[in-house]
């Protein structure tokens, strides 16, 4: 390691750190398909296959594909503020961020925002205490968010982030997600494999499987406009 | 090779119910096949429900058959289809195109109505529809409808929903509705009356709130502006206007929505509506099991109270049993 790298180490700032990892974790713009599989500590498991669209700076939106019964459940996340349309009932639900996603390991908020900037500022950076590796202190802007800090490690130069944990008011160590198998799409490199654990309930948690990715240029903001999904 | 990029998807449930209302038996077998054909430019949308009801016989409905068009930021829609026009979840005075949810006739809210719609939303903050509502067949909605025609501006800022609609039947009637996430309690609100000498004003506000991620909980408070009193209905009755409409007959109701779900396993409900100044309420209790792959069993409890408006149903306790398989 030549003294510029280890002086650019050293001179990488919280802020330019979560913009590096934000760039990282998938395209400003995307639609992708994924697969969630929730485990709870009797041994039961369920599995949902959803796809979501996402655009920088408006919104995420995400449509049930399967199980047949809850095919065509739609939520749509714009800001801190979240929707759900139910076909059986044919009206547009308001529901809070904060609440957990279809009874997984994820709040609203974890699954439908693959950025952190907009909700939480970055503190500090740890280099020293694992070799090769960031960790990246942030802390909510809000009290509209689920956690109050999150610490995100990353490998050194690569910025995907190999692991997060999520903290709550208290300063307790609430989940702890795990990320792996990253494989590239559209020259993004991406984890493919992400697993949530709920740190309170043992053997409790939630494998979301990335299927597929693409970035997408062109997408209409009326797929963000809450009386859109109505349609 | 445009018109290849397009996808088909065809799903629904089949379903058996079974039920005793009072003394009387009653069952039904039931399918529902819904069809979706999708494109950038286009899609169409149909729905259609069949089955047997006994005693009754068979039945047949198109619940929705819709064709949508997409040009630039316009959508243009022909056909039969539903699009909920306000913010209320029971209650919804504000939405004046769908028919009123009713208690005792779930299908009611299953059914589209007839339409051509046209709306234009270039942002994600602002949407406008004008829409055509022929008249409405008279067995989905308690009085015949006119045609209708209206328009509707939707606008979100700020974590506030708003809107504005103006309807043209026999007279104008205007509602407007607004609703915010304040800290994770959804609060909400509607008002509708009608532009005339002797506008009658309906106003409804509710709340509903996730507690420890499986609990739901509504509640909501309507006032009905063409709602009657006890005294008026006693003297409508003597001239031999007998109408009852549950769930709309009095002035002022409270709905309560109570439930508790997981995704999979058993789920708890509690629905009731009570008519405030009428003393009448009707209460569902239901007990729902989604443990095995694609198939949900349901339990429902009915009970009506004895006094007017609910107690005129002429049943007071069903029970039933009802089991869908998904596709």
Redesign the interface.
């Given at each position: 390691m030549t003294i510029f790298s280890i002086m650019f180490i050293f001179s990488i700032s919280p802020e330019a750190l979560l913009q590096k990892i934000d760039n990282a974790r998938a395209p400003e713009n995307f639609e992708s398909i994924i697969v969630m599989i929730?485990h709870?500590p009797d041994g039961?498991e369920?599995q949902?296959r959803m796809k979501s669209i996402s655009k920088k700076d408006?919104?995420t939106y995400l449509e049930f594909l399967s199980?047949?019964?809850e095919?065509?459940r739609k939520f749509l996340v714009?800001?801190?503020?979240?929707w759900m349309y139910v076909p059986g009932?044919?009206?547009?639900?308001?529901?809070?961020v904060?609440?957990?996603f279809?009874?997984?390991n994820f709040t609203n908020n974890d699954l439908m925002k693959s950025r952190f900037e907009g909700d939480y500022s970055p503190v500090s950076i740890d280099s020293t205490s694992i070799k090769n590796k960031y960790i990246l202190s942030l802390k909510a802007k809000s009290?509209?968010v689920p956690y109050s800090k999150i610490e995100i490690t990353v490998q050194r130069n690569e910025y995907t982030p190999k692991l997060i944990l999520y903290y709550t008011l208290s300063g307790k160590l609430l989940r702890r997600m795990e990320l792996n198998s990253i494989k590239d799409f559209d020259g993004y490199k991406i984890p493919t494999y992400m697993k949530m654990e709920n740190l309170l309930t043992k053997n409790n948690y939630t494998i979301v499987r990335l299927e597929s990715l693409i970035e997408r240029k062109n997408i209409h903001?009326?797929i963000?406009?809450?009386?859109?999904l109505?349609? | 090779m445009i018109f290849l990029l397009f996808s088909i998807s065809v799903?629904g449930?089949s379903a058996y119910y079974i039920g005793i209302t009072d003394s009387l038996f009653f069952n039904r077998i039931e399918v529902k096949l819904?069809s979706e054909v999708k494109s950038q430019s286009g899609d169409f949308l149909g729905d259609i429900r069949t089955g047997y009801n006994y005693p009754g016989g068979t039945y047949i409905s198109i619940d929705r058959a819709s064709f949508?068009i997409y040009v630039k930021?316009f959508?243009f829609l022909l056909g039969k289809d539903?699009?909920?026009w306000g913010?209320g979840?029971f209650y919804s005075p504000g939405d004046l195109v769908?028919p009123e949810y009713s208690p005792l006739d779930p299908e009611r809210?299953e059914e589209g109505v007839e339409m051509i719609d046209i709306s234009f939303?270039?942002?994600?903050?602002?949407?406008l529809e004008f829409i055509l509502l022929p008249a409405q067949k008279a067995h989905r909605i308690i009085v015949p409808d006119d045609i209708r025609i209206g328009g509707r501006i939707?606008v979100?800022t700020n974590?506030f929903?708003s809107y504005l609609s103006l309807m043209k039947k026999n007279e104008y009637i205007l509602s407007t509705g607004i609703?915010k996430?304040y800290?994770?309690y959804?609060l909400?609100g509607e008002l509708k009356s009608t532009i005339n000498a002797l506008s009658r004003f309906s106003s409804l506000m509710g709340i509903?709130?996730?507690l420890y991620?499986?609990f739901y909980v509504n509640l909501e408070y309507f006032h009905n502006g063409d709602g009657i009193t006890t005294t008026e209905y006693d003297s409508l009755q003597n001239i031999g206007r007998l109408h009852i409409n549950p769930g709309y007959t009095g002035k002022n109701y409270l709905y309560t929505g109570l439930s508790y779900s997981?995704?999979?396993?058993f789920g708890y409900g509690f629905y009731s509506i009570y008519s405030i100044d009428w003393e009448s309420f009707i209460s569902v209790a239901s007990i729902t099991y989604?443990g095995i792959?694609?198939a949900?069993f349901y339990l429902y409890g009915i009970y009506a109270s004895n006094d007017r408006e609910f107690g005129d149903l002429g049943f007071r306790k069903s029970l039933v049993i009802n089991v869908k398989f998904?596709?």
């Open positions: 929730n709870y039961r369920i949902y408006k919104g199980p047949a019964r095919k065509g714009v800001g801190d503020n979240l009932v044919s009206r547009i639900i308001r529901l809070s904060k609440d957990n279809m009874g997984s009290s509209s903001n009326r963000f406009n809450p009386d859109n109505k349609r | 799903n449930y819904k949508k930021d959508q539903r699009i909920p913010f979840y769908n809210i939303r270039r942002s994600q903050s602002t949407s939707y979100f974590s929903e609703r996430d800290l994770g959804i909400y509903n709130k996730t991620n499986n997981r995704d999979e396993g989604t792959k694609d949900t998904f596709f």
